[in-house]
DNA sequence: CATCAACCCTGAGAGC
DNA sequence: TGCTCTCAGGGTTGAT
């Protein structure tokens, strides 16, 4: 499911669930899941810590703990979710975080005395309603990291294109550094960070450019209206709560308003010539051949 | 550098 | 119903 609107979406979700809550225990259910660090040492370190924030870099979820920070990617097929109550196995869960209202009283190890006035909220029976953070993953392909740098997991991303420091000129330049085609360099996350398959073809036939132009030979004007196109794409994806194809991703509803991808043979919105599909790099990509010409219009 | 294939995995849908 | 084949919102690695 991921690319940046649907994370974006789940962080804006889980947020308010999750800031303030401390990791009683971790129950690491697929072990590749984990990057690093090993198994035991992630147990080890992330009990006890709170969740102090949830924000995004890219299509990375970023929990800042009390001494570490917890990074997620969701890769083809993972989820996050919150559960209330005791936890019931699913399939495919891989990471499952059980979550107690509070910090932990007397912290052990960090040496901090927490005093806590206010009750406990009212739960069924004796104690608080407990909490699971649960990363569901088909396919495998997520992967959790647990670091006290979280530079050594994001340091190669490219600029964060909804925010004010990534400009047309900024664009445009990088466009020049370089010479690939345009598709797999915006697919490239150390270019742009955020973008994927969808959202990349829907830039493309906004600001009229073919997949296969060369970033180098991209005008000034191009690079502007490129620029505007990823903004306006992703800030819709964000306003529509993602897009929802298949069973990956449910809850969005931008697929209602997707110009080219999985378009192929429908009529563009523009022109009403064809929407064409071809792939290269096994990744599907759609355009239309009259409103993204090679050699400009 | 740029390009490309292989690989990491499971499941859905199409075609037979 | 069940088999085979293709494809999938991602990203890394190693060869050329």
């Keep these: 499911m991921p690319e940046l609107p649907e994370v974006e979406t789940i962080v804006r979700t889980l947020r308010p669930a999750l800031v303030g809550k401390t990791i ?5 259910r697929w072990t590749r899941t984990l990057a690093a660090p090993s198994p035991a040492a992630f147990k080890k370190s992330v009990e006890g810590q709170q969740i102090l924030s949830v924000s995004r870099r890219a299509k ?9 920070n917890l990074l997620i990617h969701l890769r083809m097929s993972g989820d996050l979710l919150v559960k209330e109550g005791a936890y019931t196995p699913e399939k495919h869960d891989r990471l499952v975080l059980t979550l107690t209202p509070a910090p932990l009283p007397q912290g052990e190890g960090s040496g901090v005395l927490v005093l806590t006035l206010t009750p406990l909220p009212q739960g069924e029976g004796s104690g608080a309603r407990e909490q699971s953070l649960i990363f569901n993953d088909s ?14 997991v994001l340091g190669k991303l490219g600029p964060e294109p909804l925010e004010d420091s990534f400009t ?3 664009l445009y330049e990088r466009l020049h550094v370089r010479r690939r085609q345009l598709k797999p360099l915006l697919l490239d996350q150390s270019f742009i960070a955020g973008l994927g398959n969808i959202y990349t073809d829907e830039a493309l036939h906004m600001a009229r450019l073919h997949p296969l132009a060369g970033s180098d030979s991209v005008t000034a004007e191009q690079a502007g209206g490129l620029w505007r196109a990823v903004r306006e794409v992703l800030e819709a994806g964000i306003r529509s709560n993602g897009t929802s194809i298949d069973w990956v991703y449910r809850g969005g ?9 999985g378009r192929d043979g429908q009529p563009c919105p523009v022109c009403a010539t064809k929407i064409e599909r071809l792939m290269f790099g096994q990744r599907g990509t759609h355009f239309c051949p009259n409103c993204q010409t090679l050699e400009g219009d």
């Design 139 to 152: 396919r495998k392909f997520g992967r959790v990291w647990l670091t006290a740098d979280p530079d050594e």
């Design 24 to 28: 009683l225990s971790a129950d690491l």
């Design 60 to 68: 990375f979820f970023n929990l800042r703990l009390s001494t570490f």
């Design 168 to 170: 047309p000129q900024m």
């Design 253 to 261: 509803e931008f697929q209602n308003h997707l110009r080219v991808y």
